[in-house]
């Protein structure tokens, strides 16, 4: 039976990934715990041992703020980790970020366009897509943006939470992206792990985020009227600048990623997020 390794299996991500069905696959997940993938020889004795025919890589330091002030661990986790795991030679799809733009406002961004990371957090996960891509085997990079879904901490759990302790929510809203739901990207990483096995010349970069585009004060206000239907209130969500919420990180102005090339290679359809949130608010809000 074929294997299937999963690291960062305990992420948003990788839990998602966990519970989809792997009908002949043996499903192994791993988190920092079991395999740290900034160890090289962990990962190569691991997957010695575990032989994996493909690997989902849902590992990261995700926290963008303190990338910034801890850019060796960031580096270690978001460029070397991936560097390991494609050393192994195994297939391997990689998770990367909207956040390798500079965010020039314009149209959406498309894979081939020019990176330009604004902070720590950017900058290592575009080294950690350059690291797998230099591979000589079989490999794909699956950029995604505002991930939002059941587990672990993300915007919409934030937003509910500072709904209940405060009158009005001053929410940024001149940053625009597309919010995407964590079962969806651990769907499309199944469809592309599978593709790789069975395509030649699938190898590449692809974009993957919800849509419609919005801000992150329109998620907002679309987080809370999901939640009303749910006896949750409801308060004010005021649009601010982001000049008026100072962050350790810079963060793109435009983060909408065109999503045509995973359609028309994988048929991947963009997920609508306002769907995702409805879906997911029973469960959020319990
Ligand atoms: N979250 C977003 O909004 C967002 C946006 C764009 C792209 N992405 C990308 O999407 C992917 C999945 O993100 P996510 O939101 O699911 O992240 P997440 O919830 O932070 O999960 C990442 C997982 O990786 C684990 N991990 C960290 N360092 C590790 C190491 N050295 N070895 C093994 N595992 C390690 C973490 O464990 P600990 O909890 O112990 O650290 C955590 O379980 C990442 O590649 C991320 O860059 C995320």
């Given at each position: 039976m074929p294997t299937v390794l999963v690291t960062g299996a305990a992420g948003q991500v990788g839990r998602e990934v966990m519970a989809l069905d792997w009908p002949g696959w043996r499903l192994v997940g791993v988190d920092r715990d079991q395999l740290d993938i900034t160890d090289a020889n962990a990962v190569a004795a691991f997957t010695q041992r575990e032989r994996p025919d493909l690997i989902l890589n849902c590992a990261a330091h995700t926290a963008v703020d303190r990338a910034e002030s801890e850019a060796e661990l960031s580096d270690a986790i978001n460029r070397a980790g991936p560097a390991h795991l494609a050393a192994t030679g195994v297939p391997m799809v990689h998770i990367s970020t909207?956040?390798?733009?500079?965010?020039?406002?314009?149209r959406p961004w498309r894979e081939g366009d020019a990176t330009g990371p604004l902070g720590v957090y950017g900058r290592t996960k575009l080294a950690g897509e350059q690291a797998v891509a230099a591979t000589a085997g079989r490999w794909a990079v699956l950029r995604t943006a505002w991930v939002f879904g059941r587990h672990g901490a993300n915007f919409v759990k934030t937003m509910l939470r500072l709904a209940a302790e405060r009158d009005e929510l001053r929410v940024v809203g001149d940053q625009q992206g597309g919010p995407t739901p964590a079962d969806a990207i651990a769907a499309a990483c199944q469809t592309i792990g599978l593709a790789l096995l069975d395509r030649a010349n699938v190898n590449g970069i692809y974009h993957f985020a919800g849509a419609p585009p919005t801000t992150w004060a329109g998620f907002a206000q679309a987080i809370l009227a999901a939640s009303a239907a749910h006896g949750r209130r409801v308060v004010p969500v005021r649009a601010i600048a982001t000049a008026d919420y100072p962050t350790p990180a810079k963060r793109p102005a435009n983060s909408v990623l065109d999503c045509t090339l995973i359609h028309t290679t994988f048929g991947i359809a963009q997920p609508d997020w306002r769907a995702a949130l409805v879906r997911m608010m029973p469960e959020l809000v319990s």
């Amino acid at each position: 039976m074929p294997t299937v390794l999963v690291t960062g299996a305990a992420g948003q991500v990788g839990r998602e990934v966990m519970a989809l069905d792997w009908p002949g696959w043996r499903l192994v997940g791993v988190d920092r715990d079991q395999l740290d993938i900034t160890d090289a020889n962990a990962v190569a004795a691991f997957t010695q041992r575990e032989r994996p025919d493909l690997i989902l890589n849902c590992a990261a330091h995700t926290a963008v703020d303190r990338a910034e002030s801890e850019a060796e661990l960031s580096d270690a986790i978001n460029r070397a980790g991936p560097a390991h795991l494609a050393a192994t030679g195994v297939p391997m799809v990689h998770i990367s970020t909207d956040y390798v733009f500079d965010g020039r406002p314009g149209r959406p961004w498309r894979e081939g366009d020019a990176t330009g990371p604004l902070g720590v957090y950017g900058r290592t996960k575009l080294a950690g897509e350059q690291a797998v891509a230099a591979t000589a085997g079989r490999w794909a990079v699956l950029r995604t943006a505002w991930v939002f879904g059941r587990h672990g901490a993300n915007f919409v759990k934030t937003m509910l939470r500072l709904a209940a302790e405060r009158d009005e929510l001053r929410v940024v809203g001149d940053q625009q992206g597309g919010p995407t739901p964590a079962d969806a990207i651990a769907a499309a990483c199944q469809t592309i792990g599978l593709a790789l096995l069975d395509r030649a010349n699938v190898n590449g970069i692809y974009h993957f985020a919800g849509a419609p585009p919005t801000t992150w004060a329109g998620f907002a206000q679309a987080i809370l009227a999901a939640s009303a239907a749910h006896g949750r209130r409801v308060v004010p969500v005021r649009a601010i600048a982001t000049a008026d919420y100072p962050t350790p990180a810079k963060r793109p102005a435009n983060s909408v990623l065109d999503c045509t090339l995973i359609h028309t290679t994988f048929g991947i359809a963009q997920p609508d997020w306002r769907a995702a949130l409805v879906r997911m608010m029973p469960e959020l809000v319990s």
